[in-house]
C-alpha cells in the first residue's frame, strides 16, 4: 500500500538488503534489480578488460560475461530460444550488483573485517543441493552444484564472501529505520483524505460529422504521414527442394537385402535358452565320478552326494549362451549349447574348478529366415539409401555453387523441381493472396530468404522435423514503401478524420475545463459546446483506493487526487476515442486517529522504507570512500558486443 507513498516522494528503494544467500544461491544466482547510487566517473587508468574498480576490486568482462551467462541459462529454463540480446535488459542490473559485491569487499578488506574461510564453508554447507542422503554436506554433491551453475570454487566462495558483508555491513544500518508515530498519523490521514467531483467524456465520434478533406488536404495528411502507410518489404522466393519426394524411386535390391541377411546373421538367428543344473568340484577324479554316476541315471543331486558339501548342486534357469559364458566360461558354454535335451555334460575344466553339467530343459526363441526378414530389411536398407541420395543432392547442388554456379544452373544439374511464392512480407504472408500459406517446415527457408541481399549465393537451408532440405535465392525483392494514396484513400480519408476531430474533441476539453476552473459547473461548461455528448458522472473517493488498488488505477481517479478544489483538467483517454475532464468539488481531509491500525501499518511501512534507504546511502558511502570508477567506454563496447556476437 505505501508504495503509493514511495512512487510520490521518488525514492529509489532496494529490494535485496535482506536476502538470504541460499535463495540467491539457488535461484541461479540472478541478480536484483539495483539502482546505482555511485559517483561513477570515467575508468582512467584501467585496462580495457576492467569495466569497474572500487578499492583494488575490479569487475571484468570475465566477471560480467560468467554472470550474464549464468542470467542466460536460469532464463533458458523457462524460454528454451532466449539468447543475449533478449536478456540485455538485465546488464545494468547485474553491472551494478557486481560492483556493490566488489565495493563491500574493498571496504570489508580495508578495515579487516572478518569473512574467514570457516565461515563461508559454513554458508557453503547450508545450500541444499550441497548435502547427501544423509543429510549433511557432501563433497561429491558439492561438485555436482558446482557443475550444474557451471561455477568455480572460487567463484562461489566470493560470491558468498560478497553476501556475507553485505549481510553483515548494511543490516545493522538497515535496522536502525524507525518512522516516528506523528509521521505516520499524517500519512495515514492522507490515505483516508475523501474528494467529491465530477467527471465528463467528451468522445472524439461527436466531433466528426461535417468533416470532408479537401485533395489537398489528404495529400499533405498522407505526406506527413508515409510512415504510417508502409508495406514491408516483399520478397517471391524461389524454392528447390531436397527431400524424400526427390529420392523416392531408390530402393535396396534384393542381392543388397541378401547381403545384408547374411552379414547379421546372429541377430536374425534363433535363440535357445537353457535350464541348467551345475556342480563344480576342485579335482577332475571327483568330477568324473560325478559324471559317470549321473549319466549311469542318478539325478545330478545324487551323483554329487557322496562328494559332501564341496559338491552342492545349483540351478541356472533360462540361459543364453553369451550369459552362461559369463558364469561358467566360453570352453563349458560351448559344451552346454552343443548337447540336447537330458545330456550330461562334463567333466569340463573351468577358471573355478571341474564342471558338471545337466540340461534340464531347451527352449528355442523365434529368429527369422531370408524370406521372413526381407521386408524389415528392405525398409532399413532403403531408408538408409534414400538419406545418401539426399545428401548426394544437396553435395551436388554446393559443389555446383561452389564453382560459381547461379541458382537456375544448380538446381538444374541436380533436377530439383522449383517452385516460386508469390511476394511475401518477412512473416510469411501474401498482401495479394490473404489464403497463401507457407507451409509450416518452410519457416527455416523465409527467414534465409529474408537475409540474403539479391546477388547473394543461394543458401541451402536444413528444414525441420527430418523433412529435408531447401535451396533458396531471391526471385523478386521490392523495398519497404509506403502504399500509393490512391490505394489506399479510403483509410487515409478516415485517418484524416479522426485526427481532425481528436484536435477539435481536445479543445472542446480544453475550453470545458478552463470554463469549469473558473467557477462553472462542468455540465454548465458541456453545454456550452452545443454537442450532444455524454452525462456528467459524479465521483467520490478516497485517497487509500488508489494506494490498495490490485489492478490499474482510473486515469480519471488519479486526476481527482493532483487538483486542487475547484480546479479542473483534463486528459486523453488511454484507450483513445477522447477525452476526459475532472473537476474537484469537495476536499475533505482524513483523520487517521479514527483508524489507529492503518497507523500502524503506515508506520511499519515507513520504517521499512526508511531502513532501505539507510542501507542505500551507507553502500553509496562505502563506493565514494572506495573511489569507485566506472570505464564506460568498456561497459558500452563489451555490452554491444554482447549483444551482437554473445562474447
Known sequence: MLSFFRRASKSKIGTWIMALVVVAIMGGFAMADISNFGSGTLGFGMSSGTLASAGGETVTERDMSDAMQRRLQQVRQERGDADYPSIMSDFSPILEELIDERSLMAFANKYDFPLSKRLIDAEIAQIPSTKGLNGQFSEQSYRTFLAQQHMTDSQVRQLLAASLARRLLLTPVAASGHAPLGMATTYASMLLEERVGDAAVIPVDAFKVGLQPTDAQLQQYYTANRARYMIPEQRALRIARIGPEQVAG??????????????????????????????????????????????????????????????????????????????????????????????????????????????????????????????????????????????????????????????????????????????????????????????????????????????????????????????????????????????????????????????????????????????????????????????????????????????????????????????????????????????????????????????????????????????????????????????????EAFRTRLATTGS
Open 250 to 635: 531408390l530402393a535396396a535390391t534384393d542381392q543388397e537385402v541378401m547381403a545384408y541377411y547374411n552379414a547379421n546373421k546372429a541377430t536374425y538367428a534363433p535363440t535357445d535358452t537353457r535350464s541348467l543344473s551345475q556342480v563344480v568340484v576342485p579335482d577332475q577324479a571327483t568330477a568324473n565320478a560325478i559324471a559317470a554316476r549321473a549319466k549311469s541315471g542318478a539325478t545330478l543331486a545324487a551323483a554329487a552326494a557322496p562328494a559332501g558339501a564341496n559338491a552342492a548342486v545349483t540351478t541356472l534357469a533360462d540361459q543364453t549362451r553369451q550369459a552362461y559364458a559369463g558364469v561358467a566360461g566360453d570352453q563349458t558354454a560351448n559344451a552346454v549349447f552343443a548337447a540336447a535335451s537330458g545330456a550330461i555334460v562334463g567333466p569340463v575344466h573351468s577358471d573355478f574348478g571341474w564342471v558338471v553339467v545337466k540340461v534340464d530343459s531347451v527352449k528355442a526363441g523365434g529368429g527369422k529366415t531370408l524370406a521372413q526378414a526381407k521386408a524389415e530389411i528392405a525398409t532399413k536398407l532403403s531408408d538408409e539409401k534414400r538419406k545418401g541420395g539426399i545428401e548426394e543432392l544437396v553435395n551436388k547442388v554446393q559443389n555446383a555453387l561452389d564453382g560459381g554456379a547461379n541458382f537456375t544452373e544448380a538446381v538444374a544439374e541436380a533436377k530439383l523441381p522449383v517452385s516460386t511464392t508469390p511476394l511475401l512480407t518477412a512473416a510469411g504472408a501474401s498482401r495479394a493472396d490473404p489464403s497463401f500459406k507457407l507451409p509450416a517446415e518452410l519457416a527455416p527457408v523465409l527467414q534465409s530468404g529474408f537475409q540474403m541481399a539479391q546477388n547473394d549465393e543461394p543458401e541451402i537451408v536444413t528444414l525441420a522435423n527430418n523433412a529435408g532440405y531447401a535451396v533458396v535465392s531471391p526471385a523478386e525483392i521490392v523495398p519497404a514503401a509506403p502504399s500509393p494514396i490512391a490505394a489506399i484513400r479510403s483509410q487515409v480519408v478516415a485517418d484524416w478524420t479522426q485526427d481532425q476531430a481528436m484536435k477539435r474533441a481536445s479543445a472542446a476539453a480544453a475550453q470545458v475545463a478552463s470554463k469549469a476552473s473558473s467557477g462553472l459547473s462542468v455540465a454548465d461548461a458541456l453545454k456550452s459546446l452545443g454537442a450532444a455528448l455524454p452525462p456528467v458522472r459524479a465521483m467520490t473517493a478516497r485517497r487509500i483506493q488508489i494506494a490498495t488498488s490490485q489492478g490499474p488505477v482510473s486515469p480519471a481517479l488519479k486526476m481527482l487526487f493532483t487538483l486542487g478544489t475547484g480546479k479542473s483538467s483534463f486528459a486523453a483517454i488511454p484507450e483513445g476515442g477522447g477525452f476526459f475532464v475532472v473537476k474537484v468539488n469537495k476536499v475533505t481531509p482524513g483523520n487517521a486517529i479514527v483508524a489507529p491500525n492503518l497507523i500502524t501499518q503506515v508506520q511499519g511501512e515507513l520504517g521499512r522504507a526508511a531502513s532501505q534507504d539507510y542501507a542505500e546511502q551507507f553502500l553509496a558511502a562505502i563506493k565514494r570512500q572506495m573511489k569507485l570508477k566506472r570505464n564506460n567506454s568498456a561497459i
